[in-house]
T-cell receptor, first 114, second 112 residues
Framework: EAQVTQNPRYLITVTGKKLTVTCSQNMNHEYMSWYRQDPGLGLRQIYYSMNVEVTDKGDVPEGYKVSRKEKRNFPLILESPSPNQTSLYFC?????????????FGPGTRLTVL | TQLLEQSPQFLSIQEGENLTVYCNSSSVFSSLQWYRQEPGEGPVLLVTVVTGGEVKKLKRLTFQFGDARKDSSLHITAAQPGDTGLYLCAAYPEDAGNMLTFGGGTRLMVKP
């Protein structure tokens, strides 16, 4: 089944404790991205990647890191999480970064930083 | 201020009623998409509109892209409880390359 998977689905952590949220897609998509979703703000893009080893900042990159060493994986790293990073996170992939392409979303990761 | 403004933010209606959701901006977009999101899941694409003035229909849903490619609307005819969810518009601004921007969303509840 073609899909985007994220792990973990739920995570409660404390301020300053480094964490990684994994994202993997099995559709051979070139484009992958991370979003955070907060009430009333819709989805805001954190980082995106046009292809392996190519990453760019989105709207809200502060406090996050990403890497794209393999085509299928795009982990999101929070080196020192803070309470304002409590949010619902979505990973998405697309055949390419060309505008108009459908984004396929993962199921989301609900992160709480205490 | 968000690049894409959606209205209304919340909408609660009875089964069988019609409704329209709006997505507005002062920017011009290369294309605009509508997604629907259910609780506990990621958004799922409903439609992509590309040409100014374009109208697309998906069963009881009608999508329109403004002539100037700055706004869009989603009209649902005879809403059903299964239409309940969060509706998000998203667009690629002409001057922002490959960065997809989302509106704040419209949360729709259709009561039986």
């Amino acid at each position: 089944e073609a899909q985007v998977t994220q792990n973990p689905r739920y995570l409660i952590t404390v301020t300053g404790k480094k964490l990684t949220v994994t994202c993997s897609q099995n559709m051979n998509h070139e484009y992958m991205s991370w979003y955070r979703q907060d009430p009333g703000l819709g989805l805001r893009q954190i980082y995106y990647s046009m292809n392996v080893e190519v990453t760019d900042k989105g709207d809200v990159p502060e406090g996050y890191k990403v890497s794209r060493k393999e085509k299928r994986n795009f982990p999101l790293i929070l080196e020192s999480p803070s309470p304002n990073q409590t949010s619902l996170y979505f990973c998405a992939s697309s055949p390419s970064g060309t505008w108009g392409n459908e984004q396929f979303f993962g199921p989301g990761t609900r992160l709480t930083v205490l | 201020t968000q690049l894409l403004e959606q209205s209304p933010q919340f909408l609660s209606i009875q089964e069988g009623e019609n409704l329209t959701v709006y997505c507005n901006s002062s920017s011009v977009f290369s294309s605009l998409q509508w997604y629907r999101q259910e609780p506990g899941e990621g958004p799922v694409l409903l439609v992509t509109v590309v040409t100014g003035g374009e109208v697309k229909k998906l069963k009881r849903l009608t999508f329109q892209f403004g002539d100037a490619r700055k706004d869009s609307s989603l009209h649902i005819t005879a809403a059903q409880p299964g239409d309940t969810g969060l509706y998000l518009c998203a667009a690629y601004p002409e001057d922002a390359g490959n960065m997809l921007t989302f509106g704040g969303g419209t949360r729709l509840m259709v009561k039986p």
